[in-house]
C-alpha cells in the first residue's frame, strides 16, 4: 500500500509563505500523476493543483501565482511552495495521487480518508 506523509504546515501571518513537503516511494511517482487538496473545516476537499508525469502543471484559480507544485526526484518529494498567504488558505493539506477516482472520492467523501494531512492557519 503507497504511504503519503505530508508535512510543513503551520501558522502563519498573510502574506507569509510555506512550503509543504510530501513523501512516498519512487514508484508512487512513477505510477502517478500527484495532486494537492486541500479542505477548510465544514468545506469541501478542493483539488488546487496537480503534476502530471509528463510535467504539466495546474493550479485552482485561488491559488494560482502565489503557489508552485514541484518534485524533488532525488528525495522522491512533492513540494508545494504557498507564497502570498491568505487567511482563506487556512485549511488541512493532502497531498493524493490524481486519478479521476481520487477526484470523485473528494467530491464524495472529502479529505480526510486520506490521513491527518498537515494544517496550515493563515492569520489577519
Known amino acids: 500500500e503507497e504511504e503519503l506523509v505530508e508535512s510543513g504546515g503551520g501558522s502563519v501571518q498573510t502574506g507569509g509563505s510555506l512550503r509543504l513537503s510530501c513523501t512516498a516511494s519512487e514508484r508512487t511517482f512513477a505510477r502517478w500523476d500527484m495532486g494537492w487538496y486541500r479542505q477548510a473545516p465544514g468545506g469541501p476537499c478542493e483539488l488546487i493543483s496537480y503534476k502530471r508525469r509528463d510535467g504539466l502543471t495546474w493550479y485552482s484559480a485561488s491559488v494560482r501565482g502565489r503557489f508552485s507544485i514541484s518534485l524533488d526526484t532525488e528525495k522522491y518529494v512533492l513540494l508545494l511552495q504557498m507564497n502570498d498567504l491568505k487567511p482563506e488558505d487556512t485549511a488541512t493539506y493532502h497531498c493524493?495521487?490524481?486519478?479521476?477516482?481520487?477526484?470523485?472520492?473528494?467530491?464524495?467523501?472529502?479529505?480526510?480518508?486520506w490521513g491527518q494531512g498537515t494544517l496550515v492557519t493563515v492569520s489577519s
Open positions: 493524493q495521487t490524481d486519478p479521476v477516482e481520487a477526484r470523485l472520492a473528494a467530491t464524495t467523501y472529502g479529505c480526510g480518508g
